[in-house]
């Protein structure tokens, strides 16, 4: 009998499409660089649009897979991703019995309320997998997300949740299914353009994969995301005195930072940093920026070290540890906001939705502090896992598009102060 994939069963092609019989336990990511992921600042991505320029399908070429309708991308190669073969998800789910290539058999496919899979991908031993499903629907994505919930089956225990996808907090579902030897963690996000929904599946065998699997999805043109609505910044927020280092949104030059005799500077934005001083060592930048190195590039060519954050990706600018704590700065381009006290009133959100979402205990919180001589706006982190906590005390600084996270990580409040201190202006 032909397998019906709807969402109502999605728990189903769950249990297919990842091994029960894997390992259940988080995978052993350094714990800072597990916390460092979860700071997300909102794009400018449109997740609810009443238009759409063309209806069309995601391809996959070169181990990328791409989807000019909703504007995104997944780059399989950087993820280890594998991608399933339209036969392959047919063989497994009984489903894509239409014709990529045909538009209108897709289209007729949707219009029966039927479900086309756009892409199915998992990782090796199956411990993740993505899938994007395509629907056709007159609802509002509430409405829509309600009517998906209320046919989950009850032993999912499913619930209502926000998740962060393409830099926004989406609305989604999330359940766990209980099976023999472990437990496979899931999510479902819901992006719409005009009658047609796109469901975004996540799941796998360790509680922070269904995040690990929407941080995997980009934007595919920047460009094209228009918001409508501009960002007010709260009047009695602490405004920040660094607007000296800022300009509005016009490009500006980037310059990466240089170590030499264990000495970190950074020109375009003014620090220094003595790892000999204060008994840290500098972690490689190749070790630090291991995805951007895997691309075959050097830092040294700064045309490609600016298409890679043209992309949405950060660049580790430098990253040292030692026994007090550990610091880092982390360079990101950000075209749509104002002023760094905008960037630290989204990070703090951001930062503690994406540490939840990890099943980690968590508070954030904004205060205002000197750094480098001038009042600036940060954010401090606390987080837990499995008792042992990391605190964290990040600033801010923005020079034209691009905005340079100077985080340090230590075990007490008092600690991870101390190494935020331990930067200094660059004179020139």
Do not use: H, W
């Amino acid at each position: 009998m032909k397998r019906i994939f709807k969402i109502s069963v999605i728990g189903l092609m769950a249990v297919s499409m990842l091994s029960m019989n894997a390992c259940g336990k988080k995978n052993s990511e350094d714990f800072e660089q597990k916390v460092e992921a979860t700071k997300k600042v909102e794009s400018n991505y449109v997740v609810d649009s009443d238009t759409y320029k063309e209806f069309s399908v995601g391809k996959v070429e070169n181990g990328i897979y791409t989807n000019k309708m909703f504007n995104i991308k997944v780059n399989g190669i950087e993820n280890n991703y594998n991608f399933e073969s339209d036969d392959s998800i047919k063989k497994q789910f009984g489903y894509n019995d239409s014709d990529r290539t045909n538009i209108d058999s897709i289209k007729a496919v949707l219009d029966k309320g039927d479900t086309f899979v756009d892409m199915y991908a998992t990782t090796r031993k199956n411990k993740r997998a993505v899938a994007m499903m395509l629907f056709k629907s007159d609802s509002d994505l509430d409405t829509f997300l309600e009517k998906q919930l209320t046919k989950l089956d009850s032993d999912l225990g499913a619930s209502k949740t926000t998740i962060n996808v393409l830099g926004k907090e989406v609305k989604g579902i999330r359940y766990t299914i209980n099976g023999k030897d472990s437990k496979v963690y899931q999510k479902l996000a819901f992006i719409r353009r005009g009658e047609y929904i796109m469901v975004i599946l996540s799941g796998g065998t360790y509680a922070a994969a269904p995040q690990t699997g929407f941080d995997s999805i980009e934007i595919l043109d920047d460009k094209e995301e228009i918001e409508s609505a501009e960002t007010k910044a709260n009047s009695n927020e602490t405004k920040s005195n660094a607007e000296s280092v800022e300009t509005s949104f016009e490009d500006v030059e980037l310059q990466i930072g240089e170590i030499d005799s264990d000495v970190y500077t950074n020109k375009m934005f003014g620090l220094k940093f003595d790892a000999k001083s204060n008994n840290m060592t500098f972690v490689s930048k190749k070790e630090s920026n291991k995805n951007f190195y895997d691309t075959g590039k050097e830092e040294s060519d700064i045309t490609a070290v600016k298409e890679y954050l043209d992309s949405g990706k950060k660049f580790s600018d430098m990253y040292s540890t030692g026994e007090k704590g550990s610091v880092s700065v982390m360079i990101k381009k950000e075209e749509n906001i104002k002023d760094v006290d905008t960037y630290a009133n989204r990070a703090v959100v951001g930062i503690k939705e994406g540490i939840q979402g990890m099943g980690m205990e968590v508070e954030t919180q904004k205060g205002s502090g000197e750094f480098l001589g001038e009042t600036m706006p940060y954010v401090t982190v606390s987080a837990t896992e499995n008792g042992e906590a990391i605190y964290q005390k990040i600033v801010f600084l923005k020079v034209g598009n691009y905005v340079a996270e100077i985080t340090s990580y230590a075990e007490s409040e008092e600690k991870a102060s101390e190494c935020i201190d331990m930067f200094t202006k660059l004179e020139e």
